[in-house]
């Protein structure tokens, strides 16, 4: 069984800077993106970003393209979203959630966040809050 668990999130000042981790346990090797997706009490989840641990491929949402970075580490089966510039927009539970086909399904041009049911494995959610 695959889980995915993140971690570090927390409560930061307006401007400042954050690190989230998510680590993958129980895959069973081949192809995986991590997508990373926010949801706000009352609003639809936003894919925000992704890295394929397999290719190294990135996706970014425009609402935080410039501000926050993706990356993986495929020998840790982890990946980490740096965000700086936060502002209280971008105050919500915060997931990772894994997908296990992206190449295959992309045809090799790597991870997308266009739709929610690609992603098959998700995280219990850590919570960002950007207080002013």
């Known amino acids: 069984e695959v889980q995915l668990a993140e971690s570090g999130g927390g409560l930061v000042q307006v401007g400042g800077s954050l690190t989230l981790s998510c680590a993958a346990s129980g895959l069973r090797g081949g192809e995986y993106a991590i997508g990373w997706f926010r949801q706000v009490p009352g609003k639809q989840r936003e894919g925000i970003a992704c890295?394929?641990?397999?290719?190294?491929?990135?996706y970014y949402a425009n609402s935080v393209k410039g501000r926050f970075s993706v990356s993986g580490d495929n020998a840790k089966n982890t990946a980490y979203l740096q965000m700086s510039g936060l502002t209280p927009e971008d105050t919500a539970v915060y997931f990772c959630?894994?997908?296990?086909?992206?190449?295959?399904?992309?045809?090799?041009?790597?991870?997308?966040?266009?739709?929610?049911?690609?992603?098959?494995?998700w995280g219990q959610g850590t919570q960002v809050t950007v207080s002013s």
């Open positions: 890295v394929g641990l397999t290719d190294g491929s990135t």
């Open positions: 959630a894994g997908d296990p086909y992206y190449l295959d399904r992309s045809e090799g041009y790597g991870c997308h966040i266009s739709y929610e049911s690609d992603y098959l494995d």
